[in-house]
């Protein structure tokens, strides 16, 4: 009788432990999406942490104005961009 009871206390904390992984990958905070023209903007502050470059989308963080905090942001990629690649290196 013993030992189901350890089964069981031990399957009850798998099942939650499971549950509040699943909950924290499938239910994360929604980056805000930016215009275009705002990230250019980053760009050419100089304030962009990092970008990463995707085929619909742009994703990184820039420094902003209230105390330095990073802020996460998204936008739409625009494809006749032929230049981004080029400013972005010149950045750096």
Known sequence: ?????KFSVGF????????FLLKS???RP????????????YLSEDTLQRVEIGRQFLHGTAITD???RL???????IQDDE??????????
């Open 83 to 92: 230049n981004l690649i080029a400013v972005a290196w010149q950045r750096r």
């Open 30 to 41: 929604p980056i805000p999406e930016v215009s275009y023209s705002q990230f250019r903007s």
């Open 66 to 68: 209230d105390a330095e």
């Open 1 to 5: 009788m013993k030992s189901r009871t």
């Open 12 to 19: 009850y904390a798998m099942v939650v432990t499971g549950l």
């Open 71 to 77: 802020k996460a942001f998204r936008t739409r990629r």
């Open 25 to 27: 990958y499938f239910i």
